[in-house]
């Protein structure tokens, strides 16, 4: 008699049974994205927020790139560990001489991951700077050290350098 009652139920709700398994599945393969794929969206987000700036002279609050504080260093400033907040604050002083300088857009070059564990990975990018006209402004090096927090990359360190010199 049970038997029956779960035959007959099964039956019936065969079509809800499909749907839910292929449900399941779709959100296993969205929840399948890589690592790679992961820290490919951080840095895709980076461009989006830096372009929105030169665009509107606000830097959208989404996505948070950084951990709560991040280390910032250059050839001509010493490592130096900064909040997130002064980080945003300091992006958005270097983005506004970069637009008076006629810089209108940023893309990424090339960008290069490399995992050093698995929640921790070196990027080293080229950054190409362009004109209103489309010409190229000039490239910049740039190294992060990303790790992952609950799954979610942010850049905890990154150093400013000759585009030659990035690790690609």
């Known amino acids: 008699m049970r038997l029956q009652l779960v035959t007959n139920a099964y039956r019936k709700n065969k079509h809800v049974l499909i749907i839910l398994l292929s449900l399941s599945f779709f959100t296993g393969q969205l929840s399948a994205e890589t690592n790679s794929d ?40 010493p490592p ?55 010409e190229l402004y000039n490239k910049v090096g740039a190294s992060y050290y990303v790790y992952a927090i609950d799954g979610e990359w942010k850049i905890a360190a990154f150093a400013v350098h000759d585009a030659r010199n990035t690790l690609l």
């Open 38 to 77: 992961k820290i490919a969206h951080l840095f895709d987000g980076y461009m989006h927020k830096y372009n929105q700036f030169l665009k509107t002279d606000s830097l959208p609050n989404y996505p948070q790139l950084y951990t709560d504080t991040v280390m910032l260093m250059s050839s001509n400033s």
């Open 80 to 134: 130096r560990a900064i909040s997130q907040t002064q980080m945003n604050e300091q992006v958005q002083v270097f983005l506004a001489q970069l637009k008076e300088r006629g810089v209108s857009y940023v893309k990424w070059g090339k960008v290069n991951i490399h995992f050093l564990d698995e929640n921790i990975a070196l990027v080293s990018n080229i950054a190409e700077r362009y004109t209103k006209s489309g």
